[in-house]
């Protein structure tokens, strides 16, 4: 066995060691899907200072949740809360599991930690679906309770690998007689993983990179197609032998084989010969839907080109395009195309 | 500012597009946002600890953002208009700097119950932010 089979064969083993131990973890988050947990409750009635506190930051000016006289003219004994606070209410705070008594003591997300250990540190939430019976209104005290709903399969995202972990949560209100009422439900799910890039761990980066569309590939053959957008010309290739034009650019004439060429300007007058409109999956920085065109130019030759001042679902095959330049990112000028009458 | 004037189901259509709302994404509003949430999570209000987490700042909480699609769609519904669920899925986070900027559509409309669902994405430079959807129902 060569050094490098042998140094294959470890890497091999290694992967496997690492799925005996993703079954043996697999077997006991398993174990746990159903569980029910107990009542957690809100550190504070439903209050007007919470309520307006998160109206501020949010930017929700909205009378029937900070005006109380506004409120009762609407048929409330107070102030509303805003439906997006129903989470809120029950949170943790600075100690995210440290909550009022008679809370129960368990963890609803305590598979998390079962997880961990195994080589998932990371965290992130995904999804928050909630949803709500009626209004909640300031005075009111709320609990929830929850359920462990699911654990995926591992799975790879662009953050990583890991398994997504969805809770179910009730919410109620408190009433004197002991009648507590359902006043809305929550899935929320998140991700814990393995970091794709651990090595990145300590990027200096102050905020985000913006991300621009992909430049072209350059050539002595393409770069006056290129020069011409920038000038705000499009330009198609003409073989000089036997006037032939051609698009996409190339070195040599399919008609007559010659080497020698120019180019001409096109009218940019069009008409759509084909199109696609792009849905999914959304990649930036494209805006969707995204109309591409195969158009085909007066002239005679067809090109792909972005279409743009496009009404969704009303291209026709064969309609009028005009050309027009756009300039991205501030590093390139791309033709684009749009509908005119005609 | 939330218009006064609450839209009536007559008012709206099927394929309706809301108005844009471009939100500028700062570190105020993300720090605010996950201490008016209640979530002291690190990685939301200690950019030292964020970077300890892989990430090049701040990034702003699911509540926060729950919050901001509600302002979306009630911006648009008027103040009486009653939300009956937010459904939210996050994808690239938010950072400082960034811009959010939320679209949205009618995509069911039910006349005889006043109810509307809207399908809406936040998208940042990144990509999407959130997409999801919201169902709204309309005085009679």
Redesign the interface.
Known sequence: MSKRDHAERRVLENNQETNLADQVLLEKVQAMVGREYGRVYAWDQVNAP?IR??C?????????YTDSNFARS?GYSDVVA????L??WC????S?ENFPAPSSQENNFEVLKVIDPYGYP?V?????????NR?IVAGERLYFTSKLDSVSEEKTTGLGTGFFVTVLMDYFSEKVDGNDEPVGQQLFRVFKFK?A??A?????????S??KRPLPGISDDTRFFWEGCDAGKLLIQRCTACQTLRHPPGPVCSECHSFDWDSVEASGKAQLYSFVVMHYP????FNYPNPIGLIELEEGVRLIAGLVGVEPGTLQIGQRLQVEFHRFDEQQTLPQFRPVAG | MTSMKTKAIAETQMGELLPELAIPVTVTLINGGAIATRDYFPGHHDADAARELGSPHIFMNILTTTALVQRFVEQWAGPLAILKDIQLKLGAPNYPGDTMTFSGEVVERDEASSTLVVSLKGKNSMGNHATGKVTVVLPA
Do not use: C, T, Y
């Not at chain 1, 949170?91 to 600075?94: A, E, N, R, Y």
């Not at chain 1, 990145?200 to 985000?208: N, W």
């Open positions: 919470m506190h998160w501020e930051i949010m930017g929700i000016e909205n009378p029937l609407q805003p439906p997006g606070m989470q809120v949170m943790g705070g600075l995210p990371a992130v939430a995904v999804n928050s679906d909630l949803a709500f209004q970091p890039h651990r990145d761990v300590k990027i200096e980066q102050k905020s985000a913006v991300i959304e990649v930036p920085p």
